[in-house]
């Protein structure tokens, strides 16, 4: 499953290869919520050198709450889309907070580190998404992707993609479809529609994390998603 991504979007890679700053729309989990902060940090650090990241928070415990509501049957599926994107608001106040890192309403694409707000954002325009759990903040993360046009990274707690109980170094959206895995079913139907592309890194230690960063996208001690 190695050569599963080799044959890229031609136009998407040239593209790449002629833009001078490296940018990333990066996807960082409320499973990492304990040591999220010092990845931003490690980002803004990071961004000195030319990076750009935009961050899609994820909906950490905020959002563990709204699926609690659901299950018990006390929210519908369009209020618990919208409380689940407020959920991720909360998390982007938190990210920001003594990071550096400047929250914003819109997706941009620009050197530095900026972190998403999604709620406005997705008021004005939320199409792709359906308001279900099969689109979660992953979803959100991989349609501003590919709004802007570059590659996205999702950074959790697992070393990448598990199949049979390994992780794979590279595998389609295809493949993952009806499976579970680290990624949400929406976020796989948007990477597939858009050639964008995924690396699932592990940012447990945020400054190895910025280490894998570093020698994307030529190799990926992770998982990479196309």
């Not at 990241?53 to 018990?72: C, T």
């Not at 993360?141 to 992780?167: E, F, H, N, Q, Y």
């Not at 230690?205 to 001690?221: I, S």
């Amino acid at each position: 499953m190695s050569d599963a991504c080799a044959k890229m979007d031609i136009f998407s890679s040239l593209h790449r290869r002629t833009m001078p700053m490296r940018f990333y729309v990066v996807k960082i989990g409320g499973s990492l919520i304990w040591c999220a902060k010092e990845i931003v940090r490690r980002l803004c650090i990071l961004a000195e050198s030319g990076y750009g990241f935009l961050v899609v928070p994820g909906g950490g415990p905020m959002a563990d709450l709204v699926r609690e509501l659901y299950s018990g049957k006390m929210v519908s599926d369009e209020a618990a889309h919208w409380m689940a994107v407020l959920a991720m608001e909360e998390y982007a106040y938190l990210l920001a907070d003594g990071t550096g890192a400047e929250l914003v309403d819109a997706p941009c694409s620009s050197p530095g580190v900026r972190i998403l707000r999604p709620y406005r954002y997705l008021l004005e325009d939320d199409r792709g998404l359906e308001h279900s759990w099969d689109y979660t903040s992953d979803s959100i993360a991989a349609l501003v992707a590919c709004r802007l046009g570059w590659d996205m990274i999702k950074v959790t707690d697992v070393d990448g993609v598990m199949i049979s109980g390994k992780p794979v170094p590279a595998v389609r959206a295809t493949e993952l479809m009806g499976r579970q895995s680290c990624m949400d079913q929406g976020s796989l139907r948007i990477i597939e529609s858009c050639r964008v592309r995924c690396f699932v890194l592990n940012g447990s230690v945020p400054d190895e994390l910025v280490a894998m960063v570093k020698e994307l996208p030529d190799r990926c001690r992770g998982t990479v998603i196309c």
